[in-house]
């Protein structure tokens, strides 16, 4: 049977940063991931490095998105120095462009709210004229109204963060498994035996990382993943001079030129079709916000599914019945991949999850414990 | 490499290549209408500025993309040749504003 120090469960962004931060830490680890027909949210997602709207009601996040959000220019030049694969990581801060007096009176308030309770954010609101200063090549539509501007926000192309993850996987001696799903873990003697169709693998440490795949696999391990699929849709555009200088949330200029439009909401359940309805809306919206979009043609769209917590916010654990069981799951997975490389990876590392990941903890959906 | 058919008897219809005044067979597309220029490549990749043309010339590939009367990024293989119309070179990124 083959034998590693940790085995990880999901090769998407959340369980390859994990394994890339296990494995530069001489951990002998490897990375388990099912085939190209999987649920996988890393390939769906629009790439945002992201705090400005994290953490409301729960401060850990916005302290814990922020740790990244400063970890991330290394982990970026890090991964190109490891890989040659450069994530075209830009951190220019972030815009929310609002529309209306209204929705800028509301992110004014989140903003408040959000600096109440985490010191971390530093968002100012800006009015159209300074919104205007900031891309000064994008003819704003009538309506908007201003944005609000986070300077520690920023993006990278998530298909090639993925990319570089897995090969840093490979140049760091760790294995990455492709096409061999875990089916079942088993814990005896202080040891987990994992059985994938490539046979059974035996290690010390196991972390739960598969996206949608955790919720079956985690109960056995006395693990708690109380978790539904949340749809969003993408709109892309052919590939146009550049014009959006710093992204905002839904609208993003890539280094190649084409602009990202997103995301929706709904809850089809495991259904990652499009529907002409979302495309309408999110086309509409981008519209009012840039008219001169109106003639921009649409390539592409796509569809993927959030991996998301009752309160939206991460869910950390280990196992208290089979201790080296750990689990990890989250819905900002891009924005989170520094921090999951360097504290979590640590963490897992040295055996046990610092205090400050406490709050992360499942039990907080617990009603009776709560009461 | 391309060569019109010898019994090919349609009518004439003159259109501007990059600038340049050519007859084409009423009924070609703008490819066609750049191949009889002789216009070599018909736009430059925006991601890399390699030079490219045509390829399946029935929809498919986008390789053919040029600014046709002024509008940019038409699929030529797609457009049917009108009288004066002007089919110019997609050079890079097209510009919004
Ligand atoms: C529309 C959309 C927009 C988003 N935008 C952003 C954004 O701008 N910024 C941001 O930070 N995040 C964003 N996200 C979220 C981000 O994509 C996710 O947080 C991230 O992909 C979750 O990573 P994951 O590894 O947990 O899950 P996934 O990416 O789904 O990966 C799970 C992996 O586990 C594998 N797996 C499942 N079961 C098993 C098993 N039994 N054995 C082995 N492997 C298994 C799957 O094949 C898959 O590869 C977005 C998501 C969506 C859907
Ligand atoms: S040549 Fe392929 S789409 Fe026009």
Redesign the interface.
């Known amino acids: 049977m083959r034998t590693y120090d940790a085995v990880v469960i999901g090769g998407g962004i959340v369980g390859a940063a994990i394994g890339y931060g296990l494995a530069k830490r001489r951990v002998n680890v490897a990375v388990l991931d099912e085939g190209d027909t999987a649920l996988r949210a890393a390939r769906a997602n629009f790439g945002l490095v992201w705090l400005q709207s994290k953490g409301d009601g729960m401060p850990a996040y916005g302290h814990w998105t922020r740790r990244s959000t400063e970890l991330w220019p290394d982990f970026a030049a890090e991964l190109a120095d490891a890989t040659g694969i450069r994530t075209e990581y830009e951190k220019r801060g972030g815009l929310v462009i609002c529309l209306g007096e209204a929705e800028l009176e509301s992110r004014r308030q989140l903003a408040l709210r959000l600096h109440n309770q985490a010191a971390v954010y530093d968002t100012e609101v800006l009015d159209r004229a300074a919104l205007q200063a900031l891309v000064p090549k994008m003819r704003l539509g009538a309506e908007v109204t201003g944005a609000s501007y986070c300077p520690h926000d920023g993006h990278a192309n998530p298909l090639l963060l993925l990319k570089a993850l897995h090969a840093a996987l490979k140049s760091h001696v760790a294995a990455y498994l492709p096409d061999a799903p875990a089916r079942a873990i088993a814990y005896r003697g202080g040891s987990f035996t994992v059985e994938t169709p490539a046979g059974p693998i035996a290690a010390a440490r196991v972390v739960l990382a598969a996206g949608h795949g955790s919720a079956a696999l985690a109960p056995a391990l006395g693990l708690s993943a109380p978790i539904r699929p949340e749809r969003g849709q993408i709109l892309i555009t052919e590939r146009l001079d550049h014009f959006l200088p710093l992204p905002a949330s839904g609208l993003r200029q890539t280094a190649d030129g084409t602009v990202m439009i997103g995301a929706t909401h709904d809850n089809p359940g495991f259904d990652v079709s499009t529907t002409a309805d979302a495309s309408a809306k999110l086309a509409h919206r981008a519209v009012r916000i840039a008219p001169d979009l109106a003639r921009a043609r649409l390539v592409r769209t796509w569809a993927g599914l959030r991996v998301l917590t009752p309160d939206g916010c991460p869910i950390y654990m280990e196992s208290a019945t089979c201790p080296g069981a750990f689990l990890a799951i989250c819905h900002s997975g891009v924005t989170l991949a520094a921090v999951h490389a360097v504290d979590l990876a640590g963490a897992i590392a040295d055996g046990a999850l610092p205090a400050r990941l406490a709050p992360f903890h499942p039990g907080r959906f617990d009603v009776s414990k709560a009461a | 490499m391309f060569r019109r058919l010898p019994e090919d008897a349609r009518a004439l219809v003159t259109v501007e290549v990059e600038g340049r005044t050519v007859a084409v067979p009423a009924g070609s597309s703008a490819a066609a209408a750049a191949l009889i220029a002789k216009l070599g490549y018909t736009r430059t990749s925006?991601?890399t500025g390699e030079k490219r043309a045509g390829y399946c010339f029935m929809g498919v590939c986008?390789d053919c993309l040029m600014v046709i009367d002024g509008e940019p990024?038409q699929q030529a293989c797609l457009v049917t040749v009108r009288e004066g119309m002007r089919i110019e070179r997609q050079l890079?990124?097209?510009?919004?504003?």
């Open positions: 925006p991601a986008f990024s890079g990124a097209r510009r919004l504003g």
